[in-house]
């Protein structure tokens, strides 16, 4: 069956970085986009980033450009998140989400179709 793996997060202070991964497997066909949303308790969960199959077209929530990369592996099963700069607003679960988009990055998590379980990312003051 499908799975989407996160893996990467951890306890930062203010201005480090981290890289996030996420694996993908049991799709039956390629083409799939990634996104990657976060959730901090009591809120909603938000998108963050996308990329898509091909790595040409990626989008980011305004309060993370400049400060966040979403890329991927050339066989397309692997996605990655480099954070940098974080901040304390940045903690929260992070999410890997996958949809069947080419040319668009969906910013709603209702046009994913699979999801990861997280990992939680804390940025200390």
């Known amino acids: 069956q499908v799975q989407l793996v996160e893996s990467g997060g951890g306890l930062v202070q203010a201005g480090d970085s981290l890289r996030l991964s996420c694996v993908a497997s049991?799709?039956?066909?390629?083409?799939?986009?990634l996104g990657w949303f976060r959730q901090a308790p009591g809120q909603e969960r938000e998108f963050v980033a996308g990329?898509?199959?091909?790595?040409?077209?990626?989008d980011y929530a305004d309060f993370v450009k400049g400060r966040f990369t979403v890329s991927r592996d050339n066989n397309g099963n692997t996605g990655y998140l480099q954070m940098n700069s974080l901040k304390p607003e940045d903690t929260a679960v992070y999410y890997c989400?996958?949809?069947?988009?080419?040319?668009?990055?969906?910013?709603?998590?209702?046009?994913?179709?699979?999801w990861g379980r997280g990992t939680q990312v804390t940025v200390s003051s």
């Open positions: 990329i898509s199959w091909s790595g040409v077209t990626s």
């Open positions: 049991g799709f039956s066909s390629s083409g799939f986009l």
């Open positions: 989400a996958a949809a069947w988009y080419n040319y668009v990055v969906p910013k709603s998590r209702r046009e994913y179709n699979y």
